[in-house]
């Protein structure tokens, strides 16, 4: 396994870690304040766009879709290391640069499963970054932690489906632009075969019978950069059959391919996050004194420091080791190491946040710093795709196995 980033890597690195410095950190506060200004706090600020703008014009731009037809081509391998620069900046850089999800995931499905009217129509706004999108699953009155618990009912009448059901914390949802809903919902949820049951279809949100009804919060968050969590009925909603993604019964199977890059993708986001914090602590430790010394002089601070390096560089040459075994044998020959890192990257993390919140006494709880909204962030992602007892469960079942 040679991990050494090769020229084009090298290349947009560079190119990406100068776009952070240049324009993305210093939009941090721009945007902030922008954003009081607005009438609704769900509109883009000013500086949003001219970050993309100039992302695009850099050709920093898609670069989390393999597809040379569509995105920038680039292997799991190689997209890791950006990632994990745009995870310094999670609020701004991931939107940016067009990575951000949920957008992500939907481009990969359709780009993926879609027809080529459903690419044209829906896929190629996406990637132009013209709309937003949102992946609709999640649901409240089941345990969702098991997609085959999902209620929605995706029934067919003549050439048309009617959808029906509640989900929530639909991430995206609350965004102007996001105009198109990826639906799972089950077809046929009396089948012999609980994996079978489900299916996608594309719901556009001006469908009547479609309403988005309220933002769902996060730690008191509403993650406005990314278009929200919201809580959406659908209401014998109807769109055409050939809004089907796929086949009938292949839900399960796409939310499984969506999620197998969507879990690297928020680990190396969130390796980004931990050295952003690492920063903000050694900062922090320098710059104040507490009984006579600076902290930085304090041994307790010193070995969170140590601590927080350590596990940033065990977890990124997991994430490393994941992203070259998604390249060279496939999403479901890295099982294993996708759960490995899904389980321990947040954990980790969120610890390394809880540290450096700390260290920053009440400025670290404030809006003053961004440590308070990573934490919401990190830690939401313990049950984001799956939550880590899920995968804890699967993991001990296959090493089980070996012995059984």
């Known amino acids: ?50 970050l993309k703008a100039e992302a695009r014009r850099q050709g920093l731009w898609n670069l989390f879709l393999p597809d040379a037809e569509y995105g920038a081509g680039l292997t799991n391998l190689q997209y890791a290391p950006l990632a994990e620069i745009t995870g310094r900046s999670p609020q701004l850089a991931p939107t940016a640069t067009n990575c951000a ?5 939907n481009m990969e499905v359709l780009a993926q499963f879609g027809d080529e009217r459903q690419r044209k129509q829906w896929l190629e706004p996406l990637l132009a970054g013209e709309i937003r999108s949102a992946f609709a699953m999640t649901e409240p009155e089941v345990a969702s932690s098991d997609a085959t618990n999902i209620t929605t009912r995706i029934e067919r009448d003549g050439d048309e489906y009617v959808i029906t059901g509640r989900k929530w914390y639909i991430s995206g949802a609350m965004h102007p632009d996001c105009t198109i809903f990826i639906v ?24 009547p019978g479609v309403t988005v009804k309220r933002a769902m919060q996060v730690f008191g968050y509403e993650d406005h950069y990314h278009g929200g969590h919201a809580e959406v009925v659908f209401d014998h909603a109807r769109v055409p059959v050939s809004n089907l993604i796929g086949e009938e019964g292949g839900g399960f ?21 931990a050295e952003r914090a690492i920063e903000l602590m050694c900062r922090r430790a320098v710059s104040r004194e507490a009984f006579g010394k600076a902290l930085a002089q304090q041994g307790v601070v010193q070995n969170w420091i140590a601590d927080a390096r350590v596990q940033v560089e065990q977890l990124r040459l997991l994430v490393l080791k994941t992203a070259w075994l998604m390249d060279t044998v496939g999403n479901r020959g890295a099982h294993t190491e996708i ?3 899904k ?62």
């Open 1 to 50: 396994m040679d991990f050494a980033f090769d020229a084009r890597t090298e290349e947009l690195r560079t190119k990406l870690l100068a776009f952070m410095d240049e324009h993305v950190y210093p939009a941090e506060q721009v945007a902030h304040e922008q954003r009081a200004r607005l009438a609704s706090p769900w509109q883009t600020p000013p500086v949003v766009e001219e």
């Open 101 to 105: 999800a949920p957008d992500t995931g």
């Open 184 to 207: 799972m919902g089950k077809t046929d949820p009396d089948g012999p075969d609980i994996r079978r049951q489900q299916s996608m279809v594309l719901v556009p949100r001006d469908t």
């Open 253 to 273: 199977a796409i939310a499984q391919a969506r999620l197998g890059p969507g879990r690297i993708h928020h680990c190396m986001r969130l390796i980004g996050m």
């Open 339 to 341: 759960q490995a890192i």
């Open 343 to 404: 389980i321990a990257t947040p954990r980790a993390v969120v610890g390394i946040l809880d540290r450096a919140i700390q260290l920053h006494g009440a400025g670290g709880v404030s809006q003053d710093f961004p440590l308070a909204e990573l934490y919401a962030g990190a830690r939401t992602l313990m049950l984001a795709d799956g939550p880590d007892e899920v995968h804890q469960r699967s993991l001990a079942r296959r090493e089980l196995k070996r012995y059984l």
